[in-house]
């Protein structure tokens, strides 16, 4: 459009610069969630494709106990992970925050790098810590603290340290913009007043810090649900997830309904679970999505 | 005092450098000279001569670039209007919008993905190119959306004011005052988005088809079915590049912090 005919349009023109986002979202994003509550409950034709006979056959089917279990599997990877990034990411964001403000803006460069690596690279380098013969087990050997290769890439744990490796900035940024807005003066004056450091800690600290902590699990734990191609890399096929089987039904078996009723029940679960920790923690504000 | 600091410090020192560690094994097995990846036998940069000569990556990079550029523009576009124009026109879905529009974000990718590839196949965009410039304009909008929003919410609004009591119209305010005051979270939404974009593998891999290969598509076929060191070589190269995009958005996030 020309600065002409904006102007010619005087103030209406000024509507023209939200069309673009609710025209997109509503295509976009509206759209294709709509489709794909309304597809998880059509039936599969014979061949290809579906057609638009109604039935809840595909929600029915995700409480066999083989689809059960990778939903089950991917709640507890994902909370596990969740709770070991919060374990380590909280402490980070938190003293980064005590550093003088030359060390915070190096420090929070050297978290930016990695966080804009290629996630695949970073894997592949932890493909090459824990095959067999690898790096760590060069370096245990070496110690002498096994005997023997451990094993330990395709197992459970190379799939949390990959998860947690990967989802850590989130929580330590998130945590550290809350920590950096605190006002540390009220930390001192309970102190002051006869705290011991833990008891200043506990009653102020997390307390001011908890939005970000909060976001933190939030933006950790939500990936964390559909993260299925660390667990491809890392856990070969013994560990399978809910992003797997819907990659499967989608891909290969071809069966669009029972994807979209499975990606239908994650996107519940997904929520079920945030609305859950919101009401529990009580927090209402997020802080630091960016 | 002293004592007390020295913990922490540690702390972050030990796990940054743990951060780093995958990383740096990758760029160092890429001057292997054993075909095998996991066995160390000499130094040797045949590997990057390897790459450059490989067609299909170079491919894979160019589709790359040209998705991640073309869905950081859109992204741009559309996400600084929305904020900008959100900010002025007050409609009573405002709200409602906002949300949805950052959904892509918020939701497990996987979703995004799968929604993506049934809704697209139902209306006819493409598979491919087209599919996966829309998909990632889709999620990098919410970044630029956001950085403008928390750009505009800390602006002083009393210079577009002054701007308009001397004359200047809604347009010409925008131009000469609110847009250059908007660059440097424009500029850092793009970044983000750019990023996001070239390291997207789960959106990428429902939307593509076989002429329309990325970057991190290949990169994750090799890691699946058996990696040369030419994928080290590939991966240090991108690293270089990451380093190079990083200091770029610092200097920018500088420029503009002096500025204010």
């Known amino acids: 459009m020309t600065e002409n005919t904006r102007k010619a349009r005087g103030l209406r023109a000024i509507h023209l610069t939200v069309l673009p986002i609710y025209l997109t979202t509503l295509l976009f994003v509206v759209g294709p969630m709509a489709y794909m509550i309304a597809l998880s409950f059509m039936t599969r034709a014979e061949r290809w494709g579906v057609t638009a006979v109604f039935t809840i056959d595909n929600y029915i089917n995700i409480f066999q106990p083989i689809y059960l279990n990778t939903f089950v599997q991917s709640i507890r990877l994902a909370l596990l992970s969740t709770a070991l990034i919060a374990l380590f990411g909280y402490p980070f964001g938190y003293f980064m925050a005590k550093l003088s403000p030359k060390w915070r803006k190096a420090v929070s460069f050297l978290l930016i790098v990695p966080f804009w690596t290629s996630s695949l690279m970073r894997l592949y380098g932890w493909i090459i810590i824990f095959r067999a013969n690898g790096t760590l087990d060069g370096i245990l050997m070496g110690l002498g603290i096994t005997g023997e290769p451990l094993r330990l890439l395709y197992t459970y744990p190379a799939v949390v340290v990959g998860m947690v490796y990967v989802l850590v900035p989130f929580m330590i940024f998130a945590v550290y913009s809350s920590a950096e807005k605190m006002d540390w003066s009220l930390v001192e004056a309970a102190r002051d007043l006869g705290a011991s450091r833990l008891q200043a800690f506990l009653t102020v600290s997390l307390k001011l810090t908890l939005p970000g902590l909060l976001s933190g699990v939030i933006l950790t734990f939500i990936p964390s649900m559909g993260l299925f191609f660390i667990a491809d890399i890392l856990g070969g096929n013994k560990v399978v997830l809910v992003g797997s089987v819907i990659q499967e039904q989608l891909m290969r078996s071809r069966n669009w309904p029972f994807a979209a009723a499975l990606a239908a029940m994650l996107m519940l679960m997904t929520t079920l679970f945030i609305y859950l920790y919101r009401k529990i923690t009580k927090v209402k504000d997020l802080e630091g999505l960016l | 005092m002293k004592n007390r600091t020295v913990l922490p410090n540690l702390y972050i020192g030990v796990l940054l450098a743990l951060t780093y560690v995958p990383i740096l094994l990758v760029i160092i097995y890429s001057f292997n000279a054993s075909r095998i990846s996991s066995m160390w036998s000499g130094f040797s940069i045949s590997w990057y001569g390897a790459l450059l000569r490989d067609r299909s990556i170079f491919d894979a990079l160019r589709n790359s670039v040209v998705l991640a550029t073309l869905a950081s523009v859109c992204a741009a576009v559309v996400g600084t209007l929305g904020a900008v124009g959100m900010s002025r026109v007050k409609w009573k879905a405002n709200g409602a919008v906002e949300y949805i529009s950052i959904l892509p974000i918020m939701i497990p990718e996987i979703i995004l993905g799968m ?75 793009m970044l983000l988005s750019f990023a ?64 204010d």
């Open chain 2, 196 to 259: 996001m974009s070239m390291d997207d593998v789960i959106i990428s891999m429902f939307l593509t088809n076989a002429e329309s290969n990325t970057l991190p598509l290949k990169i994750y076929t090799q890691l699946r079915t058996g990696v040369t060191p030419k994928t080290n070589a590939l991966c240090a190269l991108m690293f270089a590049f990451t380093l190079l995009m990083g200091g770029l958005s610092f200097w920018v996030g500088r420029r503009a912090q002096n500025r």
């Open chain 2, 115 to 189: 929604v993506f590839i049934v809704f697209f196949a139902l209306i006819g965009i493409p598979f491919g190119f087209p599919a996966l410039v829309v998909g990632h304009t889709m999620f990098c909008i919410p970044y630029v959306f956001l950085m403008v929003k928390a750009r505009l919410a800390g602006m002083d609004k009393s210079y577009i004011e002054a701007a308009k009591d001397l004359g200047a119209s809604e347009l010409r305010a925008f131009y000469d005052i609110t847009f250059p005051l908007l660059r440097p979270a424009i500029i850092s939404g």
